[in-house]
Protein backbone atom coordinates (compact mmCIF):
# COMPACT_ATOMS: atom_id res chain seq x y z
CA UNK A 1 0.00 0.00 0.00
CA UNK A 2 3.05 2.47 0.06
CA UNK A 3 2.96 2.60 -4.10
CA UNK A 4 -0.50 3.51 -3.72
CA UNK A 5 0.29 6.42 -1.20
CA UNK A 6 2.70 7.34 -3.36
CA UNK A 7 0.82 7.63 -6.05
CA UNK A 8 -2.09 9.46 -4.81
CA UNK A 9 0.63 12.23 -3.63
CA UNK A 10 1.67 12.79 -6.64
CA UNK A 11 -1.31 12.92 -8.43
CA UNK A 12 -1.08 16.40 -10.59
CA UNK A 13 -2.31 19.28 -8.59
CA UNK A 14 -3.06 21.17 -11.76
CA UNK A 15 -4.74 19.17 -14.11
CA UNK A 16 -4.27 21.22 -17.15
CA UNK A 17 -3.67 19.46 -20.39
CA UNK A 18 0.04 20.53 -20.84
CA UNK A 19 1.31 19.24 -17.50
CA UNK A 20 0.16 15.93 -18.06
CA UNK A 21 1.35 15.41 -21.27
CA UNK A 22 4.95 16.74 -20.09
CA UNK A 23 4.27 14.00 -17.03
CA UNK A 24 3.37 11.23 -19.70
CA UNK A 25 6.78 12.13 -21.35
CA UNK A 26 8.88 12.05 -18.81
CA UNK A 27 7.81 8.94 -17.30
CA UNK A 28 7.88 7.58 -21.01
CA UNK A 29 11.23 8.54 -21.26
CA UNK A 30 12.49 7.59 -17.51
CA UNK A 31 10.64 4.35 -18.10
CA UNK A 32 12.14 3.60 -21.44
CA UNK A 33 15.75 4.81 -19.97
CA UNK A 34 15.50 2.15 -16.74
CA UNK A 35 14.53 -0.97 -19.39
CA UNK A 36 17.38 0.08 -21.64
CA UNK A 37 20.07 0.59 -18.53
CA UNK A 38 18.62 -2.76 -17.66
CA UNK A 39 19.21 -4.84 -20.77
CA UNK A 40 22.63 -3.40 -20.96
CA UNK A 41 23.43 -4.09 -17.05
CA UNK A 42 22.08 -8.20 -18.14
CA UNK A 43 23.41 -8.23 -21.58
CA UNK A 44 20.13 -9.12 -23.25
CA UNK A 45 20.67 -9.93 -27.34
CA UNK A 46 19.40 -6.90 -29.00
CA UNK A 47 16.30 -9.23 -30.75
CA UNK A 48 15.50 -9.90 -27.60
CA UNK A 49 15.55 -6.86 -26.30
CA UNK A 50 13.34 -5.80 -29.38
CA UNK A 51 10.60 -8.00 -28.09
CA UNK A 52 10.83 -7.66 -24.11
CA UNK A 53 11.03 -3.44 -24.15
CA UNK A 54 7.40 -2.50 -25.77
CA UNK A 55 5.96 -5.03 -23.51
CA UNK A 56 7.66 -4.21 -20.42
CA UNK A 57 7.15 -0.76 -21.37
CA UNK A 58 3.59 -1.29 -21.60
CA UNK A 59 3.77 -3.06 -18.01
CA UNK A 60 5.11 -0.03 -16.12
CA UNK A 61 3.32 2.40 -17.81
CA UNK A 62 -0.31 0.89 -18.04
CA UNK A 63 -0.60 1.48 -13.76
CA UNK A 64 1.28 4.43 -14.09
CA UNK A 65 -0.66 6.27 -16.68
CA UNK A 66 -4.09 5.14 -15.09
CA UNK A 67 -3.04 6.86 -11.35
CA UNK A 68 -1.28 10.20 -13.01
CA UNK A 69 -4.08 10.25 -16.27
CA UNK A 70 -6.96 8.59 -16.12
CA UNK A 71 -7.86 8.90 -12.08
CA UNK A 72 -7.40 12.47 -12.65
CA UNK A 73 -9.68 13.08 -15.34
CA UNK A 74 -12.20 10.62 -14.02
CA UNK A 75 -11.95 12.50 -10.89
CA UNK A 76 -12.49 15.85 -12.51
CA UNK A 77 -15.13 14.57 -14.76
CA UNK A 78 -16.88 13.44 -11.64
CA UNK A 79 -16.35 16.85 -10.30
CA UNK A 80 -17.81 18.64 -13.14
CA UNK A 81 -20.71 16.33 -13.34
CA UNK A 82 -21.91 17.12 -9.74
CA UNK A 83 -21.50 20.82 -10.48
CA UNK A 84 -23.29 20.37 -13.50
CA UNK A 85 -26.01 18.98 -11.57
CA UNK A 86 -25.95 21.80 -8.74
CA UNK A 87 -26.28 24.13 -11.63
CA UNK A 88 -29.52 22.35 -13.25
CA UNK A 89 -31.22 22.71 -9.49
CA UNK A 90 -30.39 25.61 -9.05
CA UNK A 91 -31.70 27.16 -11.96
CA UNK A 92 -35.02 25.20 -12.12
CA UNK A 93 -35.10 26.38 -8.28
CA UNK A 94 -34.72 30.09 -9.76
CA UNK A 95 -37.41 29.89 -12.38
CA UNK A 96 -39.74 28.51 -9.65
CA UNK A 97 -39.44 31.44 -7.76
CA UNK A 98 -39.26 33.60 -10.89
CA UNK A 99 -42.85 31.95 -11.53
CA UNK A 100 -44.08 32.48 -8.11
CA UNK A 101 -43.04 35.96 -8.11
CA UNK A 102 -44.21 37.05 -11.57
CA UNK A 103 -47.75 35.32 -10.57
CA UNK A 104 -48.07 37.61 -7.29
CA UNK A 105 -47.17 40.79 -9.18
CA UNK A 106 -49.70 39.69 -11.50
CA UNK A 107 -52.37 39.23 -8.82
CA UNK A 108 -51.13 42.52 -7.78
CA UNK A 109 -51.82 44.77 -10.59
CA UNK A 110 -54.17 42.86 -10.93
CA UNK A 111 -55.80 44.15 -7.56
CA UNK A 112 -54.46 47.61 -8.17
CA UNK A 113 -55.77 48.41 -12.03
CA UNK A 114 -59.35 46.98 -9.47
CA UNK A 115 -58.70 49.75 -7.46
CA UNK A 116 -57.55 52.27 -9.92
CA UNK A 117 -60.62 51.47 -12.03
CA UNK A 118 -62.45 52.22 -9.10
CA UNK A 119 -61.39 55.44 -7.70
CA UNK A 120 -62.81 58.10 -9.73
CA UNK A 121 -61.59 61.68 -8.85
CA UNK A 122 -62.35 65.02 -8.85
CA UNK A 123 -60.21 67.65 -10.43
CA UNK A 124 -59.92 71.00 -11.58
CA UNK A 125 -62.49 73.99 -10.90
CA UNK A 126 -66.17 72.72 -10.35
CA UNK A 127 -68.75 75.62 -10.70
CA UNK A 128 -71.13 75.50 -7.95
CA UNK A 129 -74.05 77.90 -7.14
CA UNK A 130 -74.02 80.06 -4.51
CA UNK A 131 -77.01 80.71 -3.63
CA UNK A 132 -78.76 77.01 -4.06
CA UNK A 133 -75.43 74.73 -3.74
CA UNK A 134 -75.75 72.61 -7.62
CA UNK A 135 -73.29 71.92 -9.57
CA UNK A 136 -73.08 72.56 -13.23
CA UNK A 137 -71.83 69.12 -15.02
CA UNK A 138 -69.76 69.00 -18.12
CA UNK A 139 -73.18 69.19 -20.32
CA UNK A 140 -74.28 72.27 -18.98
CA UNK A 141 -77.06 70.98 -16.41
CA UNK A 142 -77.41 72.45 -13.11
CA UNK A 143 -77.42 68.75 -10.30
CA UNK A 144 -77.72 68.54 -6.92
CA UNK A 145 -74.19 68.82 -5.38
CA UNK A 146 -74.73 64.73 -3.87
CA UNK A 147 -75.96 63.61 -7.48
CA UNK A 148 -72.89 65.56 -9.39
CA UNK A 149 -70.03 63.76 -6.60
CA UNK A 150 -71.96 60.46 -6.75
CA UNK A 151 -71.50 60.55 -10.82
CA UNK A 152 -68.40 61.76 -10.94
CA UNK A 153 -66.21 59.77 -7.49
CA UNK A 154 -68.48 56.89 -7.00
CA UNK A 155 -69.54 58.40 -3.48
CA UNK A 156 -72.61 57.87 -2.22
CA UNK A 157 -74.56 59.83 0.37
CA UNK A 158 -76.56 59.35 3.44
CA UNK A 159 -79.02 62.27 4.47
CA UNK A 160 -79.32 63.84 8.41
CA UNK A 161 -79.72 67.03 10.40
CA UNK A 162 -76.71 68.81 11.95
CA UNK A 163 -77.35 70.12 15.38
CA UNK A 164 -77.44 73.71 14.00
CA UNK A 165 -80.10 73.12 11.25
CA UNK A 166 -81.99 71.00 14.01
CA UNK A 167 -82.22 74.18 16.31
CA UNK A 168 -83.66 76.03 13.30
CA UNK A 169 -86.05 73.64 11.83
CA UNK A 170 -86.96 71.52 14.87
CA UNK A 171 -86.81 74.41 17.81
CA UNK A 172 -89.23 72.84 19.82
CA UNK A 173 -88.21 69.26 19.58
CA UNK A 174 -84.63 70.35 20.07
CA UNK A 175 -82.86 70.98 23.22
CA UNK A 176 -80.00 73.65 23.66
CA UNK A 177 -77.34 71.39 22.16
CA UNK A 178 -79.61 70.66 19.08
CA UNK A 179 -80.14 67.06 19.98
CA UNK A 180 -84.01 65.93 19.40
Known amino acids: MIGTKFFKT ?9 KILLKMVFIVFFSEMLLMVLFHLISVPTDVTIILDPILLTIILTPVLYVFVYQPLESEI ?21 IERTS ?5 NTELQKAFDEVKTLTGLIPIC ?3 KKVRDDLGYWKQIESYITDHSGAEFTHSVCQECTKKLYPDLADEHGNV
Open 130 to 132: ASC
Open 10 to 18: AKLANKTPL
Open 104 to 108: KLAEA
Open 78 to 98: SRRKQIESELLKSRDSLEKKV
